[in-house]
């Protein structure tokens, strides 16, 4: 068994970085860690689609940093939850997933999450699917389980109440989700959970049923989600997160696409910068020095991240070439093509759109150039030895 360390700086950066809240109080959970008794971690990760993103990211590097104290964490695939599909800050229903497609989306996780957390060594974290436990319960337990919670406690969650509010249905599934992944808690005896502060409510409910069922005092560490200038986070859902998936210079892309505002925010969220350099980022953009010298810093920091060195100096040095020097990248992907074709088949075919009608309003909004011409025909052709261009950073050369 790993020894448990419990060095101050150590545990001070841990319940601090990033953090919103800590239950039952940050004291608390310090005095724990200063006690050297190893504790049960874990954050939950729903397979809602095929790949982890920049959100799981900053969950899985504190339950990381957890680790390198030597304490047990696990990564737990919600993969018998994800069929039914956390609410939290959704105001409709969620598509109900097959079997099918929850093991279908959850193949990578991980061996992407491997970049953050260690699956071997001397303190390996464990990989678990919550179907080993809640696929096994009776419809007695079920019924058991939710006795311990009330209606009343369930429609005080704010999008429940915006429904209710605006006439939209509220499923009785839903009212289940934050019953299950409270259970999760139970049946793995966890001593921490960390998660997003939006799972605040999911995750007391765990705390709540191990209370009640184990008279043991979980703990709750909620992160601080990282959100646009809207206020909304970043997510799947609402298409702006970036993904394990992504091509270091898609990932780079993407954060220079960030608005000024999520500059702090992101250094907060995704670096080891400390509180004074961050102050000091703020205090600079606040007197006008440009805001881009640092949205740069913090993409290739990003990518670094998620890609490696290479693959962020790389990325750093195309989006200069391509969005500061009008060049285009070295290397453009091809799409092989008889003579000519329709613009709109072209994007689509080449997946610079994802269909045909993104294609057409792509075109329509100005948004497609066929070698360096700005192109709004959604009837235009196009022939070989073309290059198009989607947006800022998407090129495809036909041939």
């Known amino acids: 068994m790993p020894k448990v360390s419990t060095d101050k700086k150590q545990i001070d950066w841990v319940l601090s970085h990033g953090v919103e809240h800590v239950y039952p109080s940050m004291d608390a959970l310090r005095t724990r860690f200063m006690k050297g008794e190893r504790m049960r971690v874990y954050v939950g990760v729903d397979p809602t689609g095929p790949t982890l993103h920049l959100g799981h ?16 964490v696990i990564m737990l695939i919600g993969d018998f939850t994800a069929m039914i599909g956390d609410p939290t800050d959704k105001f ?6 097959t079997r099918e497609e929850v093991l279908a989306n959850c193949k990578q996780y991980q061996k992407q999450a491997s970049t953050i957390l260690k699956f071997d060594g001397p303190n390996p974290a464990k990989l678990m699917f919550n179907s080993e436990w809640l696929g096994k319960m009776s419809f007695a337990d079920v019924v058991e389980l939710a006795s311990h919670f009330t209606v009343q406690q369930m429609v005080e969650r704010d999008m429940f109440e915006k429904r209710i509010a605006e006439g939209k249905p509220v499923h009785l599934h839903e009212f289940l989700y934050p ?3 409270g259970y999760d808690s139970v049946a793995m005896d966890v001593d921490l959970e960390i998660g997003g502060n939006d799972q605040t409510f999911n995750m007391l409910a765990g705390r709540d049923l191990q209370r009640e069922l184990k008279k043991k005092d ?6 601080k989600l990282l959100a646009d200038a809207t206020g ?11 993904a394990f998936t992504d091509s270091p210079e898609d990932m780079y892309g993407k954060v220079m696409s960030w608005t000024d505002g999520m500059i702090v925010p992101g250094f907060a969220a995704c670096t080891k910068l400390s509180d004074a ?12 020095e440009n805001p881009m010298t640092f949205k740069r810093d913090l993409a290739k920091r990003i990518v670094a991240w998620l890609a490696g060195d290479e693959s962020a100096e790389q990325a750093a040095s195309q989006f200069s070439s391509v969005h500061q020097k009008g060049e285009k990248p070295e290397e453009v992907p091809e799409l092989k093509i008889k003579k000519t074709m329709s613009l709109v088949d072209a994007l689509v075919e080449s997946k610079l759109c994802t269909s045909k009608s993104d294609a057409r309003r792509q075109v329509e909004q100005g948004g497609v150039k066929v070698d360096d011409v700005v192109v709004k025909d959604v009837a235009a052709t196009v022939a070989k030895g073309s290059i198009i261009q989607k947006g800022k950073r998407h090129f495809v050369k036909l041939v």
């Not at 979980?218 to 992160?223: D, E, F, H, Y």
């Not at 909304?232 to 970036?242: D, F, L, R, S």
């Open 57 to 72: 990211a900053i969950w899985l590097q504190k339950l990381a940093e957890v680790q390198a104290l030597g304490h047990e």
């Open 92 to 97: 409709a229903t969620r598509k109900v997933l």
């Open 179 to 181: 019953l299950m992944q």
């Open 218 to 223: 979980k703990a709750v560490l909620t992160l």
């Open 232 to 242: 909304k986070k970043m997510g799947k859902t609402e298409g702006n997160i970036v």
């Open 277 to 288: 350099d961050m102050k000091a980022i703020e205090k600079a953009i606040s007197k006008g």
